[in-house]
């Protein structure tokens, strides 16, 4: 695994879709293959505002989208 750190992302293999840990500590997945592809909100946290770490473990699953 690694550290995900505030706005860093992730694409999937398929590149459909992006998750990213934003400046206000909400992490949320967006259709499309980054920030400046992003075609709206799959899931988010709902932790805007909330005080977070600076970064987010990431650990391998295997498959995705």
Same mark, same amino acid.
């Given at each position: 695994? #690694? $550290? $995900?750190? /505030?706005? =860093? #992302?992730?694409?999937?293999?398929?590149? @459909? /879709?992006?998750?990213?840990?934003?400046?206000?500590?909400?992490?949320?997945? #967006?259709?499309? @293959?980054?920030?400046? *592809?992003?075609?709206? /909100?799959?899931?988010? @946290? *709902? *932790? =805007?505002?909330?005080?977070?770490?600076?970064?987010?473990? /990431? $650990?391998?699953?295997?498959? *995705?989208?």
């Amino acid at each position: 695994g #690694y $550290l $995900l750190k /505030v706005n =860093e #992302y992730l694409v999937s293999p398929g590149k @459909t /879709v992006f998750a990213i840990l934003q400046v206000d500590g909400n992490f949320v997945v #967006y259709r499309g @293959t980054g920030p400046s *592809a992003n075609k709206g /909100v799959v899931w988010n @946290t *709902a *932790a =805007e505002g909330l005080r977070v770490l600076p970064v987010l473990p /990431v $650990l391998p699953m295997g498959n *995705a989208p």
